[in-house]
């Protein structure tokens, strides 16, 4: 039988809420609840805005800033990553759904459950299967270029919003095409209102604060203020368009946002429609958990905590099944609710779960009070959201740093700007993987000589030192499998088709972690090439895991020379009085 104590701890290791609810003071929680309270206050409009953006109802966007955000308080492991509706997320709903053609606006939002279902199912397996690792595969440089990527679609096609005209369309030159088309529809009223609240959200989210503490305002408060600037335009052109009745005047409205808890529901179980969605379900799955743990583990490592990638995707996988039972769509955690969470004094997982009472007392009480709210503030509100995420800087950097990583990121944000962001996000996975392929297929290969004086081996291209006419050491710097294998074997035949009279190879293993079955053979087959040209082959500096599966196959056996400790060791056995010093001056 189980110790009881082990029980204990599967129990706190698989629900981390049984961890940090046994220190939880009275000091936490009021710190939990500042924290709360600034992000409700942030939450409201961009829950509204996000849902509006997926091409769903705004009280979509209240329902998954609820159930969602009480499911990662118990299941997740970060203390500060605030969930919920995000944009990138939110456009990938919107491309996802309206791929299926649906009119209905009931078969919409119940694709839109299907799709957070569907994504939760994905991420708790993943996390009960301990695939956390597959994030490392995704290179960020892509991934910047993907987020930059949308959040110019984003930007973009909120535009219709702030001007009043009809634009739909899934790549940047469609939005754009369709903006210009219909610009003679413009609503100038709309405009002005578009115009001066996008203007007054820039100002406050750079101005507001400083304006505030140069009165004299405590730094927690003038926070709390600035920080509700999205509330404030939210009432102040709620009332401007009751008041001189802009509805009739062509300014677009949210209108009736049902009151109420929210509702329970259920995913669609339709093959066809789960066959449908099951592909953007996994992008969505992958960039959400990418985007989430980016942040988390940021803001984790400011306090020393610890972020467990399969446990995290448990947490957001619950969160997503909890969006699905409750009305909502696919949530992940927010890069700019977060960071406020953190900023505001966050200590545990329970501020999300108080900022979801906040939230429903807001779907329970004001949603009467949101008819008249227009539009084009909720677009303003996502605009200046996203446009934090545009960095055109990874383009500068990677062009500086790499010229594969470069080409890499560029045709991710082109392919997502002129297809689409499925097809951007599907190029920038498939980029991710290809570039990991073809650095490793080719690894760096250096041929190295002993530092005089010393017991160490550098590159003879770089530093002066002494070789042997009839020894080359080869030092692989990269584990050897499948797609680098015939590299080695290339690069090693090169080398020995020369004048000079070589007896031996050895290859320095010092960076082998690997050898898979492929790179076995290659080396089998380098052993009998060598063996006919009169050739030893020998290897040093073997690690002990590579060193043991080694031993399991006949390759040891047949080796024409020998495996050493030391590459010194090595180059006393084998070399001989002839040692000379390279050419290259030291570098």
Known sequence: MTPPKLTRAAFERHLPILQWSKTYTRDTFTSDAVAAVIV????????????????????????????????????????????????????????????????????????????????????????????????????????????????????????????????????????????LANLTLMNPITLILGVTTLGFLFWVRKGLKPLLLWTGMKPRLADILAKAGPVAAVAATTLVVWFFDLENKGVAIVGTVPMGLPPLTAPSFDPDLWRQLFVSALLISIIGFVESVSVAQTLAAKKRQRIVLDQELVGLGTSNIAAAISGGYPVTGGFARSVVNFDAGSETPAAGAFTAIGILLAALLLTPLLFFLPKATLAATIIVAVLSLVDFSILKKSWGYSKVDFAAVAATVLLTLGLGVETGVSAGVVLSIALFLYKTSRPHVAEVGLVPDTQHFRNILRHKVQTNPELVTLRIDESLYFANARFLEDYIYNRIACDEPIKHVVLMCSAVNEIDMSALESLEAINERLRDLGISLHMSEVKGPVMDRLKRSHFLDDLTGQVYLSQYDAWRVLTGPRAVDSPAADD
């Open 40 to 179: 409700t206050i942030m939450l409201i409009p961009q829950s509204l805005a996000y849902a509006l953006l997926a091409g769903l109802p705004a009280e979509m966007g209240l329902y998954a800033s609820i159930l969602p955000l009480v499911a990662y308080a118990i299941f997740g492991t970060s203390r500060a990553l605030a969930v919920g509706p995000v944009a990138v997320v939110s456009l990938m709903t919107a491309a996802a759904i309206g791929n299926l053609g649906l009119t209905n606006p009931a078969d919409y939002a119940l694709a839109a459950i299907t799709l957070a279902f569907i994504s939760g199912m994905i991420l708790t397996v993943m996390g009960v299967l301990r695939l956390g690792f597959l994030a490392n595969f995704l290179s960020h440089p892509v991934i910047a270029g993907f987020i930059t990527a949308s959040g110019i679609l984003i930007a973009s096609s909120q535009l219709k919003h702030i001007i009043g005209v009809p634009a739909e369309g899934h790549t940047l030159i469609q939005i754009w095409g369709d903006l």
